[in-house]
């Protein structure tokens, strides 16, 4: 199994992103995914995360309304759309998944089984 994260880089505030994450050797029709993301000094944080059939997203309140979190299973990649973004959005972005078998949404960072090697994503002022 491997989860790649792409689409981070450099972006003035306000600006958008689109973080892609690419799952080989998991079928994303059965597995939750998370974004996660850790800033210098900070401990890791979850940011979004979508169901295995993706119809129940959860949001961190600090991108709710900015952040949008989908996944295409018939790819098998999973993508955060990140708008008006903000300096304090500055950190490495993780992506991470979890076997759903229809159940709930991992609220714990713990519960995360596989995990990618992040992103940078800077948002300059």
């Known amino acids: 199994w491997q989860l790649v994260e792409f689409g981070g880089g450099l972006v003035q505030t306000g600006g958008s992103l689109r973080l892609s994450c690419v799952v080989s050797?998991?079928?994303?029709?059965?597995?939750?995914i998370g974004w996660f993301r850790q800033a210098p000094g900070k401990e890791r944080e979850g940011v979004s995360s979508i169901s295995d059939s993706g119809d129940r997203t959860m949001y961190a309140d600090s991108v709710k309304g900015r952040f949008i979190i989908s996944k295409d299973n018939a790819k098998n990649i999973a993508y955060l759309q990140m708008n008006s973004l903000e300096p304090e959005d500055t950190a490495v972005y993780y992506c991470a998944a979890d076997y759903g078998s229809g159940g709930s949404l991992p609220r714990l960072e713990d519960e995360w089984t596989y995990w990618g090697q992040g992103t940078q994503v800077t948002v300059s002022s």
């Open positions: 050797g998991l079928n994303l029709d059965i597995y939750h």
